[in-house]
């Protein structure tokens, strides 16, 4: 079927931002499979590269300069998913490699006493008495406690494994997001003065507002953030160069250096902090939303994350300097289909042997 380019564009620019009716969608499959057509389509049996496809040849056929930049965004992590697909659809391997599942919903839970519960979303409804607070394991996955202020304080730990991810809902209404390989202490009941908890790995706060109650995020002799009432997220994983804290809106005070929104704040492991305003908040985030957001980023940097996520090992053979790679996938996406999307970004190869362990090879 015709359609004019600007007819083109303005259906192409709601079905990759995910906002086509139905309607908009058969159009598009109309034109994708038009015989009169710049290119006829060759028809997968595979739907999900049939859809992959499309989003391809779409991008080619329009330009990216007739894209607003979020749905760009979107389309870019979506051609590498295609390119990713067609291949694995086109060149099945010869053996088929170990399947590596990403992570899920889980967590450890240290009481008081320092017996533990394992937590995950499939075990819910059940609450215990800690101290002053009631704690519930809530539809989701989400650990919700509920207390009034208490006089004597009473510590519980969460831990998420590797592999794992979870939410806390603490006793003053503060949210946590945990992230894999990550870890936070807190009060099940906070005091009458000050509200203070302890962090390792990754977390991304949402902060009850209580001028009369300072909040305050340590890193064991690394940083703390002092905290009205706000959102930001703390990647302080022993592994990474640089502990940061990016403030995603409010205030909050890092080792005495105080951040504006859209800030971040780097400490080295001299113990330098330096201030900076050239943060991507989406790529910071993005692990909250299930997305692996790639932005410029060494393999060194990508496959830490690849470690955590979906608890594999990893090792490297050859010089890996400047494999730099842009890009967006979910986290719920196989491993394989990972690095499939990395291998066509660059001159880069993944080996994936037993034992849940990867080789990055040049």
């Known amino acids: 079927m015709y359609m004019t380019q600007d007819e083109l564009s303005r259906l192409a620019q709601k079905y990759l931002s995910g906002i086509a009716t139905a309607e908009e969608k058969r159009l598009l499959h109309e034109w994708y499979y038009d015989p009169q057509g710049e290119w006829v ?4 049996e595979d739907p999900e590269v049939l859809e992959a496809r499309m989003r391809v040849r779409l991008m080619r056929t329009i330009g990216t300069r007739r894209i607003p930049m979020t749905a760009w965004r979107v389309a870019a992590a979506l051609i ?8 694995f659809y086109r060149t099945p ?4 490699p170990q399947a590596i599942l990403p992570g899920s919903t889980k967590a450890i839970l240290t009481l008081a006493d ?3 519960k394992t937590l995950d979303s499939g075990h819910t409804g059940w ?5 002053a607070a009631k704690v519930q394991q809530a539809t989701g996955g989400v650990l919700a406690y509920e207390a009034t202020p208490a006089s004597e304080i009473v510590y519980n730990t969460l831990s998420v494994p590797r592999g794992g991810q979870y939410q806390l809902k603490l006793s003053d209404g503060t949210q946590v997001w945990l992230d894999a390989a990550s870890s936070l202490r807190y009060p099940v009941s906070f005091g009458k003065t000050e509200r203070v908890v302890e962090v390792t790995g990754q977390a991304y706060f ?9 909040f305050r995020v340590k890193v064991v002799n690394r940083e703390e953030v002092q905290v009205l ?3 930001f997220n703390i990647n302080a994983y022993d592994d990474e160069a640089f502990l940061q804290t990016t403030l995603l809106e409010g205030k909050v005070r890092v080792n005495g250096k105080d951040l504006a929104p859209g800030e971040q704040a780097r400490l080295d492991g001299g113990g330098t902090l330096i201030l900076s305003d ?6 910071v985030v993005a692990w909250k939303s299930d997305m692996f957001y790639f932005d410029n980023e060494d393999i060194g940097t990508i496959m830490r994350q690849v470690e955590r996520w979906y608890d594999v090992t990893v090792d490297y053979e050859g010089d890996m300097t400047g494999k730099i790679f842009t890009g967006q996938i979910s986290r719920y996406a196989q491993v394989s289909q990972v690095l499939e999307m990395l291998e066509l970004t660059h001159d880069i190869h993944f080996r994936i042997g037993s034992g849940n362990h990867i080789t990055v090879l040049p």
């Open 41 to 44: 389509a060759e028809i997968p």
């Open 80 to 87: 590498l998913v295609a390119g990713a697909a067609a291949l």
């Open 93 to 96: 391997p010869k053996t088929k």
């Open 114 to 116: 320092g017996t533990t």
């Open 127 to 131: 609450t215990l008495k800690q101290g």
């Open 206 to 214: 949402s902060v009850a507002p209580d001028a009369s109650r300072p």
């Open 229 to 231: 009432g706000t959102e």
């Open 278 to 283: 050239d943060v991507d908040k989406e790529a």
